[in-house]
């Protein structure tokens, strides 16, 4: 138990822990630097041959300029060698940008340090207050949890050092306490100790119609401005969108589409953008799922190779970006999920956006039709299942109201809304809910699907032990097969349900 008998000794332990961290942190960013600094040099060398090349290439063009035929091959030869020096070119001014960067985390590891120094020389000698001695224990006790989240995919060397330099900040102003009574009133919401977003947080800066998402999971509802815009585009239009004016930054996730524009050029790519920043806002429905109609979904009712098939071709022409804010990973989620599923869990999921229209004939009986389907982020996917990620929250000790003012927040910042107007939003869709609820059987309607270009030369298989019980007699829309290998021709959702009111009564299928 720390008291005010405390002195140098504990701080001093804690400081040492810091700078270990620090040097830590930073030991990648010198490693890089220097590679880069190799490479960087290899380039230079080749740069300097190309432009001898070039020079070389545009004697010979002046020469035989006239020359028919042969002058004009030497241009075009002398075109590829310019292309190839510029090339070179891009990639040196490529390199130098992650080289400042390296350099830049480099430099606050010294200045780290500066601060611990100082911290140590002005606390050597003397005992603290027992405020003081609190808030060492405090500060050691958030080194510690740096010490044990260091290495993991979750940590990353540049959000390590900032919280680092904010811990020594905050440590020179504990260590120049002297007061047994003095409050120190130290702010540490800048360096919590909560788990950091794995790769980009999905987020809204509210100032303009189409807003950059930017929220960090701290239950403020507090925006952070960014200057870039992802666009959720496939990987192999990446010429195409460059030409429109785009961005590509080759030091972002390989696993995705690299294109962005600035906040202030996104009129240029209007109809690539994410669909939280067009000029037209698209408003966003967060249904509940019908009662006896949880389960009844694509991954679990059809075989693994269908679902793969469907969402896999999702995510590439999305680039494998959210389509909504254009992000990957996710805030919340980050701090929801266990190691393993941070670790299995990709970087975007395929949401399925349904609406169900009970029949006009049986009040039992309704179809459940597919609208379209989403790719978005793990952030932007909790949006649309607040039930499940509360539940997620609470497993992993989450405070479970902070979980659900964050997705609240984002929901209002996605569809540009105020709380009030998202509150009505809501109790509707819970109205409908339970005007529905009378529902005990659901013919998935799967037309939408039917119509991708992907899918004209695909059978679906649907799979016999599905959890939901959809037998099929329940899927309209679509041509598909069962696992015993009989075809079923697409069949309208109206006929099935006409048919099942010409059976036997109806007893329930128990969808869960």
Not at 65 to 92: I, N, W
Not at 297 to 326: E, M, P
């Amino acid at each position: 138990m720390v008291n005010n008998s405390t002195s140098t000794a504990f701080i001093s332990g804690t400081l040492k822990s810091l700078g270990m961290l620090a040097d830590q942190a930073a030991k990648p960013g010198r490693l890089e630097l220097s590679s880069l600094i190799r490479k960087a040099k290899s380039i230079q060398s080749r740069m300097k041959e190309a432009k001898a090349v070039c020079v070389a290439a545009s004697i010979k063009v002046k020469r035989y300029r006239m020359v028919p035929f042969y002058g004009a091959r030497l241009k075009r030869d002398y075109a590829t060698k310019v292309r190839r020096y510029q090339e070179l070119q891009a990639e040196l001014k490529l390199l130098a940008l992650r080289a400042q960067n390296e350099q830049f985390t480099i430099e606050q590891s010294r200045t780290i340090r500066k601060n611990l120094l100082k911290a140590y020389q002005s606390s050597r000698g003397k005992p603290f207050g027992l405020t003081a001695a609190k808030e060492v224990a405090e500060l050691d006790k958030r080194a510690q949890f740096l010490q044990d989240t260091l290495g993991k995919e979750m940590q990353s060397p540049e959000a390590l050092i900032a919280k680092l330099l904010g811990l020594s900040q905050i440590a020179i102003q504990i260590s120049q306490s002297t007061s047994e009574a003095e409050p120190l009133n130290i702010d540490y919401t800048h360096v919590d100790n909560a788990e950091p977003v794995r790769f980009n947080r999905p987020v809204v800066k509210s100032k303009s119609k189409s807003a950059q998402l930017a929220l960090d999971f701290d239950g403020t509802g507090q925006v952070e401005e960014e200057e870039r815009i992802w666009l959720p585009v496939s990987v192999s239009r990446t010429h195409e969108v460059r030409q429109l004016g785009a961005n590509l930054d080759a030091s972002a996730p390989r696993r995705g589409s690299q294109l962005w524009v600035p906040v202030s050029q996104r009129h240029k790519v209007e109809h690539l953008l994410p669909l939280a920043f067009r000029r037209e806002a698209t408003q966003f429905e967060f249904p509940p799922i019908r009662h006896n109609a949880v389960g009844q979904n694509l991954w679990s009712v059809f075989d693994k190779d269908t679902w793969n098939h469907i969402r896999t071709t999702a995510y590439d022409r999305a680039g494998h970006r959210c389509q909504i804010c254009g992000k990957q990973g996710g805030s919340l989620y980050s701090r929801i999920s266990t190691a393993e599923e941070l670790k299995r869990g990709g970087v975007v999921d395929c949401h399925e956006v349904w609406e169900w229209e009970p029949s006009a004939d049986d009040a039992r009986k309704g179809v459940q039709r597919l609208k379209r389907l989403l790719v978005v982020c793990k952030d932007c996917h909790m949006m649309f299942h607040e039930g499940f990620a509360l539940w997620k929250a609470t497993e992993a000790g989450v405070d479970r109201s902070k979980a659900a003012t964050y997705i609240k927040n984002l929901r209002m910042l996605v569809n540009r809304c105020n709380s009030a107007t998202l509150e009505s939003q809501l109790a509707d869709a819970n109205e409908a809910w339970t005007q529905n609820k009378q529902v005990e059987e659901w013919v998935i309607d799967l037309s939408h699907l039917a119509n991708q270009d992907y899918m004209a030369d695909r059978t679906i298989t649907l799979s016999s032990d599905n959890k939901a019980g959809i037998g099929p007699d329940q899927i309209a829309g679509i041509s598909f097969r069962t696992e015993d290998g009989v075809l079923h021709s697409p069949a309208t959702a109206e006929s099935l349900l006409r048919s099942a009111e010409a059976q036997m009564p109806f007893f329930g299928r128990g969808a869960g």
